[in-house]
């Protein structure tokens, strides 16, 4: 895990604001691209970020996390976190982004599990002052969210990433 190496795919996407009486919008993070041979090696993670109508921006970051021999999800060291990616204003109804890891393939009697952990801040700047988080919360990779966006392939929601040799 050491040797693990990220890329950066701060991809976002907007959505239109809700209309009145439509499912208030949550925050989720999946794994949406898994060793695939259009992508080998590598855990793309997705997240999507409710807005709450106020002048506030959102802002995302990645980190990659791996299950260790002991049972227990560490991060990746070094590479293994992304900055902190700005996902759009917070009047919209919600805003996707995401974050791809490259890792150095696993040796051939290894193989990594992975997960994604998604730290999600809102911010606001009032004149004269600096800007500062007004509210923080993180979220685990989970499945079963098909609109993620940029998936390998196109759909694909996972909880967690297995990288073989």
Same mark, same amino acid.
């Given at each position: 895990?050491?040797? #693990?190496?990220?890329? %950066?795919? %701060?991809?976002?996407?907007?959505?239109? $604001?809700?209309?009145?009486? #439509?499912?208030?919008?949550?925050?989720?993070?999946?794994?949406?691209? +898994?060793?695939?041979?259009?992508?080998?090696?590598?855990?793309?993670?997705?997240?999507?970020?409710?807005?709450?109508?106020?002048?506030?921006?959102?802002?995302?970051?990645?980190?990659?996390?791996?299950?260790?021999?002991? !049972?227990?999800?560490?991060? $990746?060291? %070094?590479?293994?976190?992304?900055?902190?990616?700005?996902? !759009?204003? #917070?009047?919209?109804?919600?805003?996707?982004?995401?974050?791809?890891?490259?890792?150095?393939?696993?040796?051939?009697?290894?193989?990594?599990?992975?997960?994604?952990?998604?730290?999600?801040?809102?911010?606001?700047?009032?004149? !004269?002052?600096?800007?500062?988080?007004?509210?923080?919360?993180?979220?685990?990779?989970?499945? %079963?969210?098909?609109?993620?966006? !940029?998936?390998?392939?196109?759909?694909?929601?996972?909880?967690? +990433?297995?990288?073989?040799?």
């Amino acid at each position: 895990m050491k040797r #693990a190496t990220a890329i %950066g795919l %701060g991809v976002v996407a907007a959505v239109a $604001v809700a209309p009145a009486g #439509a499912a208030k919008p949550q925050a989720w993070a999946t794994v949406n691209i +898994c060793d695939t041979p259009g992508h080998p090696n590598q855990m793309g993670v997705r997240a999507n970020m409710p807005g709450n109508g106020k002048r506030q921006k959102m802002y995302m970051r990645f980190r990659a996390q791996f299950f260790s021999a002991d !049972g227990k999800w560490e991060d $990746v060291k %070094g590479p293994g976190l992304s900055r902190w990616i700005y996902a !759009g204003s #917070a009047r919209l109804a919600n805003r996707q982004a995401g974050y791809t890891f490259s890792f150095s393939p696993p040796s051939r009697s290894t193989r990594f599990v992975l997960r994604g952990l998604v730290a999600f801040e809102y911010r606001e700047k009032k004149k !004269g002052e600096r800007e500062r988080v007004v509210r923080r919360f993180r979220k685990n990779t989970k499945g %079963g969210y098909p609109l993620a966006r !940029g998936g390998d392939p196109p759909g694909y929601s996972n909880g967690v +990433c297995e990288i073989r040799p």
